[in-house]
Structure formats: C-alpha cells, structure tokens
C-alpha cells in the first residue's frame, strides 16, 4: 500500500481527541500517527527533504566530537577514494528519522526502542538533498500496557539522484488513540 501524506490525509476529518500527555506541545494536536492507524506494508513518502551544509556536517561533527578526517579535513578527504569530505553517518541517519517524524510520530510516540540494520551504502556529500521514506514492517499490541503498540518501520533515504543513502529499521512505542 501506498501513501501519500502530503497533504495530510485528515485534514478534512473531524480532529483526534487531545492529548492529555505532556508529549503535548503548544497547545494543539500532534500530527503524528496513532498505533491503530499504521498498517504493514504502507509506505509513506515523506514530503520534507534537505540539502545538506557543509555547516552541517561541521557542526554535527564538532557537537559530537567526531575528530573524523574525511568529515571535518577537506585537505585529508581530498586525498581520500571520495576526493571530498563525507557527511558524518550519525548526521545522515539523524535527518532521516528526523525527517519521518512530522508524518509518522510527533507527539504519538513514548520512545524509540531500538534501531537495526543501520547501512551506508553510499556516503553523503555537502550539497546533497536527502529525501525519505518510510515503510510499516509490522505493528503489534504491547503485552505489558493496553495504552500503547510497538510499530516497526523501516526507515531509507536517499539523495537527489535517488541513490539509497542509508536504512535504518526502527521499533518504536506508539500511543494508542484514547477510547
């Protein structure tokens, strides 16, 4: 299945009920997605994309102190097989769960619970615009709370010339919508 969240498809519809939880910001509802509306196999292609800075990466890599060459050296990536600096991976992987967010899990999650099969299968680079999309593996009851799911996606980035940049898949705590 295939969806298009742009524009948000409730937009017409009568509005959820507010969260009472103070993952509440702002006075407003949150547009993320509440536990029952995931199904597997939807794959939502997010509207949002970037163009990466190399202040950015400079930044990224500075706050984390990744003393990396091939991100912060352009003398040092310059002689490297890239022949320029390489945007820092957590940077990448960053944006492209950052970049889900608004259409899958703002103010709908109570946390991430792990991320696997993290890959780079080709490096980023200044100037690059990552758009993202985000597949539902699976959605399953939590055993322990009926407030709340577990929804597994599957995260992939790419850049302007669709070549996949990084995956990720991701299990994260989902709010169930308030009966």
Same mark, same amino acid.
């Given at each position: 299945?295939?969806?298009?969240?742009?524009?948000?498809?409730?937009?017409?519809? &009568?509005?959820?009920?507010?969260?009472?939880?103070?993952?509440? /910001?702002?006075?407003?509802?949150?547009?993320?997605?509440?536990?029952?509306?995931?199904?597997?196999?939807?794959?939502?292609?997010? +509207?949002? &994309?970037?163009?990466? $800075?190399?202040?950015?990466?400079?930044?990224?890599?500075?706050?984390?102190?990744?003393?990396?060459?091939?991100?912060?050296?352009?003398?040092? =990536?310059?002689?490297?097989?890239?022949?320029?600096?390489?945007?820092?991976?957590?940077?990448?992987?960053?944006?492209?769960?950052?970049?889900?967010?608004?259409? &899958? $899990?703002?103010?709908?999650?109570?946390?991430?619970?792990?991320?696997?099969? &993290?890959?780079?299968?080709?490096?980023?680079?200044?100037?690059?615009?990552?758009?993202?999309?985000?597949?539902?593996? #699976?959605?399953?009851? #939590?055993? +322990?709370?009926?407030? /709340?799911?577990?929804?597994?996606?599957?995260?992939?980035?790419?850049?302007?010339?669709?070549?996949?940049? =990084?995956?990720?898949?991701?299990?994260?705590?989902?709010?169930?919508?308030?009966?």
């Amino acid at each position: 299945m295939s969806v298009n969240r742009h524009p948000h498809p409730r937009c017409c519809r &009568t509005p959820p009920p507010r969260l009472s939880s103070p993952l509440q /910001r702002g006075g407003g509802d949150m547009p993320g997605l509440y536990f029952e509306e995931f199904e597997p196999g939807a794959v939502i292609r997010h +509207s949002l &994309t970037k163009s990466v $800075t190399e202040s950015d990466n400079m930044f990224f890599s500075v706050m984390t102190l990744n003393p990396q060459p091939l991100h912060i050296d352009f003398d040092f =990536a310059a002689r490297s097989e890239w022949g320029k600096p390489l945007v820092n991976s957590l940077f990448t992987l960053g944006l492209m769960i950052g970049i889900s967010v608004h259409d &899958t $899990t703002l103010g709908t999650t109570i946390g991430n619970l792990g991320m696997t099969e &993290t890959v780079f299968p080709h490096p980023l680079f200044h100037g690059d615009t990552v758009r993202v999309e985000t597949e539902v593996l #699976s959605v399953r009851e #939590s055993k +322990s709370k009926p407030d /709340r799911g577990i929804v597994e996606f599957e995260h992939r980035a790419y850049n302007q010339n669709d070549v996949l940049v =990084a995956r990720c898949v991701r299990q994260a705590m989902m709010l169930k919508r308030k009966a």
